[in-house]
């Protein structure tokens, strides 16, 4: 009789412990959910990039696992944050994002940072069905023709055209000159946008200029003839060694122009720099401290992480904001309804308001930027649309 009534009672505690999981079900943890981030931890990107990316992505997700995770309806929502190195190149971008989407099964990805690498990352996230925000990619084939893929700032196109606005209207100015690198796509594509915008709003370009990124970094012949013509502004939308050369030479020949730019430009490194007192370049947020969000974010990454948050900072930061809002409007976290939720979204985040009212790329002012002898501060925010 004992041992019946044992077996009677162990009989009971198995049936208890199996059906526990489905009475206790209201407190066992949801599972994660999971946020892929492709970044350039090593190759030519890595120390301009990399840390600052992973960084930023670390920031934005451990805010919201201290908060108690992410709140979708009435359920809070831990987040998993998987990173994967690119290498810098498209090839690896691919492949991490194929890994991120096909292995991992992430609800989304951020980055990567570049257009060149976004575009091969696109291309595998699309087809995949995942959602793929590029912080700081800026050329239009990263978004073209794409459902999943969006981008967190502003097309080539449009920050030509407001540099051009910038320049019309706000340095009066009526003669330009420009010197870029024909073999750089991006490059190009930004001189050839700001001629036809400076000269649609009424200035005229006296000289333009090229040159090939494998020729020596002898710019003589090019300045000469950019002198000749006597502009009142030079247009330099090329990366910042390229930049740091030309700025000092035109200098030494008796150019006087003002030196305008873009956002390839490094401001920390040309800060000081010979040949660029009095110069402005195009940005990607302004770093406003009197807005009390910008400012709180400011404190709190030069806090963690000993440095001044910077524009691919700020938007990778918004890039999961985004994607965090997006949820939370669609009360899912499945890839499907974040796309859907991308597209309805009107965000406000560190680098502004942000929206996609059409297609993946967002609508969204141009920051622009002075350099003052041994400082630099924003001092607009034009639309180039």
Request: aromatic share 8%; hydrophobic share 40%.
């Amino acid at each position: 009789m004992y041992r019946h009534h044992r077996t009677i009672i162990t009989a009971l505690s198995v049936i208890s412990l199996l059906l526990l999981p489905t009475l206790l079900g209201c407190r066992r943890p949801p599972d994660p959910i999971k946020i892929g981030l492709i970044a350039p931890l090593s190759g030519d990107l890595a120390d301009e990039m990399g840390e600052a990316t992973q960084n930023s992505a670390e920031m934005a997700v451990q805010e919201v696992n201290d908060a108690g995770g992410l709140l979708i309806g009435d359920q809070r929502y831990p987040l998993l944050l998987i990173v994967e190195d690119n290498g810098s190149t498209p090839e690896q971008s691919a492949a991490a994002a194929q890994k991120l989407s096909n292995v991992d099964r992430v609800s989304a990805i951020v980055g990567p940072p570049t257009s060149r690498n976004a575009i091969a990352a696109a291309q595998v996230a699309e087809l995949a069905g995942v959602p793929l925000i590029s912080p700081t990619s800026t050329n239009p084939a990263t978004t073209a023709g794409k459902q999943y893929i969006f981008r967190g700032t502003f097309l080539d196109d449009v920050q030509a055209m407001a540099m051009a606005r910038f320049s019309l209207e706000q340095l009066g100015a009526s003669r330009a000159a420009v010197l870029f690198d024909v073999s750089n796509s991006y490059n190009r594509g930004l001189a050839e946008r700001y001629l036809q915008a400076f000269t649609a709003g009424g200035g005229e370009v006296v000289a333009f200029e090229s040159y090939t990124s494998d020729q020596e970094k002898d710019f003589s012949q090019q300045l000469g003839r950019i002198q000749a013509a006597s502009p009142e502004l030079l247009f330099l939308p090329n990366g910042t060694d390229d930049v740091m050369a030309q700025g000092a030479a035109a200098r030494e020949m008796g150019i006087d122009a003002v030196i305008i730019g873009s956002d390839s430009w490094l401001g920390e490194r040309l800060t000081g720099q010979p040949g660029f007192e009095e110069a402005y370049f195009s940005g990607h947020y302004c770093r406003d401290t009197r807005i009390e969000p910008v400012r709180l974010f400011a404190e709190t990454y030069q806090r963690q992480y000993g440095q001044v948050a910077n524009g691919l900072v700020a938007l990778t930061y918004d890039s999961f904001g985004l994607l965090f809002g997006a949820m939370q409007l669609q009360g899912k976290s499945d890839s499907e309804s974040i796309r859907d939720g991308l597209r309805l979204i009107e965000y406000h985040g560190v680098t502004g308001p942000i929206s996609y009212h059409t297609g993946g790329d967002p609508v969204k002012k141009v920051a622009i930027w002075k350099i003052d002898h041994q400082e630099r501060f924003c001092v607009d925010a034009v639309a180039g649309q």
